[in-house]
């Protein structure tokens, strides 16, 4: 019995990372900016969004997973096979469109961290970026993953923010689990900006990709499933302890925010300095976490979509196509925050909702990929899966749907 158990350890331990990694690098700057807006804007009554994303996160990366392990190929790479060489420039166009400004939101988390502490944003954000660039091009896949595996433990901060902000437990279930509508555009906006920063594009294409890059195989699917349950689980309810934090404290004091280093800032006064201290270690590691993952998954895209070798295991004399891409966003995104005066929340908050509005058409690559039988084999879609996938890709075209009509209706300032 102990020999079992400690075989189905060490297998579980063996596809641990891509499922834990790409849910929580979903808790970046961005996202976290996200959240806040949405407890410090709307309180506790649109909490619901953030379980209901927390089980489509499961369902779509899941499927990533076994498109990858089955096909040996990352997103962009399957469609240029499947597809042609013309649909996987046009996947790497929308992505890179999509991620860009995600990048910077993940440097002006550094410098929003930073700046706590007194520290510029024409420091923070090189200085992040250097040690992030060495780590990613020196290290090895494994050492990279170990690095990026003890930043993601800092975002458990959150959880105890949002315990720390003595939130009306009654409230918070009733807002997590009653849905209620919005009933204005800056509520739908928030809607479809917390459902694209949940589920963003560039996270089903990492984790897709990566799950390749760390040989995952049908073989050992089993473990893999549950790595991404408990990533996404974890991403869920860090995320409801974010807007939790804001609800409790900044919605009923009145107080809005733009950023998440306004979140930090104002929570010392209505919630204490250990608030205030928890939000920004966790916001610095968040950003640190996303900053290398985010453009790791762009750099994926890019050399699968012009047929070059991507991996984090590879010498990145000999693989220029996805070394470039890496470090090209990486010093673009840092140009761009540490320019003097320059309002990054229209930045930040635009680049969920253009999250949103990109991602159907990645699902439904997505679930075409699953049920081709020619490139799935025995691992294609079943029935049942065929038609939860749908249903949720339909329902995440309804929402992003009913952002576009309150925008006809009173187009948004931002």
């Known amino acids: 019995m102990r020999t079992a158990g400690a075989s189905a350890l060490a297998a579980f331990l063996a596809v641990l990372g891509p499922g834990l990694l790409a849910g929580l690098s979903d808790d970046d700057p961005a996202g976290i900016t996200t959240y806040s807006v949405l407890g410090a804007d709307h309180g506790y009554r649109l909490l619901w969004i953030i379980p209901l994303s927390t089980v489509l996160l499961v369902q779509f990366h899941l499927v990533a997973v076994r498109i ?3 096909t040996g190929k990352g997103f962009v790479g399957i469609i240029r096979t499947r ?12 992505l890179l469109f999509a991620n860009f400004g995600t990048i910077c939101a993940e440097y002006a988390g550094i410098a929003a961290a930073g700046s706590l502490i007194g520290v510029p944003a024409w420091l923070s954000a090189p200085v992040a970026g250097v040690l992030i660039t060495l780590v990613v091009l020196l290290g090895s896949f494994h050492r990279v993953e170990h690095v990026l595996l003890v930043i993601s433990s800092t975002l458990a901060l959150y959880i105890v923010d949002g315990v720390l902000a ?3 437990w009654s409230e918070v279930i ?3 689990f009653l849905p209620n509508l ?4 800056a509520g739908w906006i928030a809607l479809t900006a917390s459902l694209g920063t949940t589920l963003a594009p560039w996270g089903l294409a990492f984790i897709q990709s990566y799950a390749v890059d760390k040989r995952i195989t049908t073989d050992s699917l089993r473990w893999a499933r549950w790595d991404v349950i408990i990533g996404s689980v974890l991403t869920g309810v860090i995320g409801l302890a974010i807007a939790v934090a804001c609800a409790a404290t900044l919605h009923q004091a009145g107080v809005r925010i733009e950023t998440a280093g306004d979140a930090a800032a104002a929570l010392r006064p209505l919630a204490g300095s250990f608030a ?14 996303a900053a290398a993952i985010v453009p790791i998954a762009t750099a994926y895209s890019i050399a699968e979509g012009v047929g070059e070798p991507a991996s984090l295991d590879l010498d990145a004399r000999h693989f220029q196509w996805f070394y470039a891409a890496f470090v090209g966003l990486t010093v673009a995104a840092i140009s761009i925050v540490a320019l003097p005066g320059l309002p990054l929340i229209p ?4 680049s969920q909702v253009l999250n949103a509005i990109v991602l159907p058409l990645h ?4 679930m075409l990929l699953a049920a081709d039988h020619s490139i799935m084999g025995a691992s294609c879609s079943t029935p049942t899966e065929k038609v939860l996938g749908w249903g949720s890709v339909i329902l995440v075209l309804l929402c992003v749907a009913a952002l576009a009509w309150s925008w006809v209706q009173q187009p948004p300032l931002f």
């Not at 420039?89 to 929308?94: G, K």
């Not at 919005?182 to 555009?185: L, Q, Y």
């Not at 205030?276 to 976490?289: E, K, Q």
């Not at 930045?347 to 635009?350: A, D, G, R, V």
């Open 68 to 70: 990858g392990a089955a």
């Open 83 to 94: 597809w042609g060489r013309h649909w996987g420039y046009v996947s790497v166009i929308a």
């Open 166 to 168: 003595r939130p009306a």
């Open 174 to 176: 009733a807002g997590a």
């Open 182 to 185: 919005p009933n204005t555009d």
């Open 276 to 289: 205030t201290v928890f939000f920004g270690a966790g916001l610095l590691g968040a950003s640190l976490l």
């Open 347 to 350: 930045l930040i908050y635009s």
């Open 363 to 366: 699902l439904i690559a997505l």
